[in-house]
């Protein structure tokens, strides 16, 4: 909501557990491409840590006085108002008080705890820089380890057997090896998957439904992603059930974006599905702009990614995902077991179509293909 913001009280906790290549982000209620600095306040913390006056509490900015739960302080040094890692606050921060020195300033800490952690590892999408931030962050004994990126699981996971590890991934966690079943997953490792490559499949027939006479479709992946190779061969195989011929283009940088449509040109390919992968999901809008340029009709993983300016996406919805495994994070930090909690399989799968992307590359929408889609 406009205007609004996020408060963690004192006595409650904030688990926001992002990675490098999907961070979590808090952003304003309003439409890409419409969103502006101060849409909203931000996220404010309260804790029941000593101020600098012994024994006092404080009001914090932007609150109503007089109620108990708008103030800050305490005598609890020890105080745990949760962990923020991998975040990102957007569009946040704006004057509650017209002038009179009263703001919400994005990121707003109040007599925190000691034991509130917030950290920030990175592996800007160099993969192989993961199991050093995995065994960085084991050595500094978290509580719990969310990796919202398939890479970044199987890091933690050669990083440790009793940390809990909660992921996200667009691949069968069983195959992979992540987890032993799927009911009862063993070990320190549960999370949510999407069994992306079956997806895969249905963006191969939406392809042909959008341009039904398209002699190539190119794949964009991500060469040494665990899930795309796994949807990549999926998708290989279906297209020589159907006769359709399709190609591989890869980047493992966004520096490589420019040289992958070019092949994607010089293949003659018709229609580019977009892998399930973390890089080309944080790179929505630069793919977008490649797609308006060279006039390629692209297929995304996620419908977040039409609402971005793709035109056409089937799959679940990613941050849904991340709040689901959010959920079990919380589980886990209250007392459950990993090996106990089932692996989330996302029931709902939708097809988003953008009518203006679609009307900017010229393409004639067939009537069913836009009566099937959610949004």
């Known amino acids: 909501m406009t205007g609004s913001s996020l408060w963690i009280l004192r006595g409650a906790k904030i688990d926001a557990q992002g990675t490098a290549t999907n961070p979590i982000i808090f952003t304003s209620a309003r439409a890409s491409g419409t969103r502006r600095p101060g849409d909203w306040g931000g996220i404010i913390i309260i804790g029941n840590g000593v101020i600098n006056r012994t024994g006092a509490t404080i009001l914090t900015e932007g609150a109503a006085a007089g109620q108990a739960e708008n103030y800050a302080g305490g005598t609890d040094n020890n105080d745990n108002s949760g962990i923020l890692r991998y975040v990102r606050i957007e569009f946040a921060g704006f004057d509650v ?3 009179a020195g009263q703001e919400l300033n994005s990121l707003s800490s109040y007599a925190v705890g000691r034991d509130v952690t917030i950290e920030q590892r990175l592996a800007e999408g160099q ?14 004994r978290v509580n719990l380890i969310a990796a919202l990126a398939p890479q970044a699981a199987f890091a933690a996971k050669a990083a440790t057997t009793t940390i809990p590890i909660v992921f996200v991934a667009a691949l069968d966690p069983v195959k992979a090896g992540l987890v032993a079943s799927l009911n009862r ?15 895969g499949v249905k963006r191969l027939e939406l392809a042909r439904e959008l341009v039904p006479n398209v002699e190539v479709i190119a794949l964009l992946t991500h060469p040494h992603s665990p899930d795309a190779l796994e949807e990549l061969r999926d998708l290989q ?13 890869t980047a493992t940088s966004d520096r ?10 010089r293949h003659r390919a018709g229609v580019l599905l977009i892998g399930a992968d973390p890089l080309l999901f944080q790179s929505t809008e630069q793919l977008v702009a490649l797609a308006a340029r060279y006039h390629i009709p692209a297929i995304y993983p996620s419908s977040e990614n039409v609402t971005q300016g793709g035109l056409m996406s089937y799959g679940a919805s990613i941050p849904d995902a991340w709040r689901l495994a959010g959920t079990y994070a919380g589980k886990i930090l209250k007392g459950a077991k990993p090996a106990e909690l089932p692996i989330v399989q996302p029931t709902k799968f939708d097809l988003g179509i953008n009518l203006k992307t679609a009307k900017a590359l010229g393409l004639d929408l067939p009537w069913f293909l836009q009566q099937r889609a959610a949004r």
Do not use: W
């Open 97 to 99: 008080s017209n002038g």
């Open 185 to 199: 997953p063993g070990g320190n490792v549960t999370g949510v998957t999407f069994i992306g490559s079956s997806l």
């Open 237 to 249: 195989i279906a297209a020589k059930t159907i006769g359709q011929q399709l190609v591989a283009v």
């Open 256 to 265: 490589d974006f420019e040289a992958a449509f070019a092949s994607v040109v």
């Open 127 to 140: 993969y192989e820089r993961l199991p050093a931030l995995a065994a960085d962050l084991v050595s500094r």
